[in-house]
């Protein structure tokens, strides 16, 4: 895998794994804009369907570098 000039596969990684903490607060977010009803079911179902597409891409990057 090339990379752009200075960055490393572990730095790389890292901000992978920030991004994968960043998703899962996404999570959260979604489950307490549903509590409160700010959204339908549909919409939180949709989220969350999008979410655990996005999560798994960021997941099969992170191990791919390691």
Same mark, same amino acid.
Request: net charge neutral.
């Given at each position: 895998m090339r990379f752009?000039?200075? $960055? #490393? ?8 794994? /920030? ?8 999570? #959260?977010?979604?489950? $307490? !804009?549903? +509590?409160?009803?700010y959204i339908t079911? !549909?919409?939180? +179902? +949709?989220?969350?369907q999008s979410y !655990?597409?996005?999560?798994? /891409? ?9």
């Amino acid at each position: 895998m090339r990379f752009p000039l200075g $960055y #490393t596969e572990p730095r790389i990684a890292r901000f992978i794994s /920030m991004a994968i903490g960043s998703c899962s607060e996404v999570e #959260t977010w979604i489950s $307490y !804009a549903f +509590d409160l009803e700010y959204i339908t079911q !549909a919409q939180r +179902d +949709d989220w969350l369907q999008s979410y !655990a597409r996005i999560y798994g /891409m960021l997941v099969n990057l992170r191990e791919k570098l390691r």
